[in-house]
């Protein structure tokens, strides 16, 4: 399989592609103000999708669910989750859905009780790609949850899809 792209849905997340196990590209989430409420640039991404239609096999996308920190959160991720299904139909990029339940458990199992999701992806991110710099940008302090997701979503497709 050649590249395949990870969707992390939402203002927050972010797209990764890989190759054979390999990172190609981290991409945040392109976003645009509008008044006092910040939405995906559509403009932006389509072109993004143009450019990666002509070297990707696949796209996986993150479902967001039933589930959100907020009603307009969760509006929100679905919007995001939208957008994504369009572009790549228009784009002519086949795709498939995942919960984030379904990826995650390919890479951890989950304890009894509270959990951190995002420190357990960070670590098998970095057990599978140990150099790769998670931060979204140089002036980062830590790992931006979205590059991680993302790319934990594409190997997701990828070990599936072998």
């Known amino acids: 399989m050649g590249q395949i792209i990870g969707i992390d849905c939402g203002l927050d997340g972010a797209m990764a592609i890989i190759s054979d196990n390999r990172i190609v590209e981290l991409v945040a989430m392109p976003t ?3 008044g006092k409420r910040r ?7 389509s072109a993004m999708f143009e450019q990666w239609a002509m070297d990707s ?3 996986m996308i993150e479902d967001p ?3 959100a920190p907020s009603a307009a959160g969760l509006r929100s991720m679905t919007y995001s989750f939208a957008i994504m299904k369009t572009l790549a139909v228009v784009h002519r990029i086949p795709f498939e859905t995942v919960m984030a339940r379904k990826w995650q458990s390919k890479f951890w199992k989950k304890p009894l009780g509270k959990y951190n999701t995002k420190a357990a992806a960070l670590a098998a991110a970095e057990s599978i790609w140990p150099v790769q710099d998670w931060r979204r940008t140089a002036r980062s302090k830590k790992a931006f949850d979205g590059f991680v997701d993302a790319a934990l979503i594409a190997e997701y497709a990828r070990r599936i899809n072998q």
Not at 39 to 45: A, G, M, R, V, Y
């Open 32 to 34: 645009v103000q509008t």
């Open 39 to 45: 939405e995906i640039d559509i403009d932006i991404l």
């Open 57 to 59: 096999d696949m796209a």
């Open 65 to 67: 669910g039933g589930h």
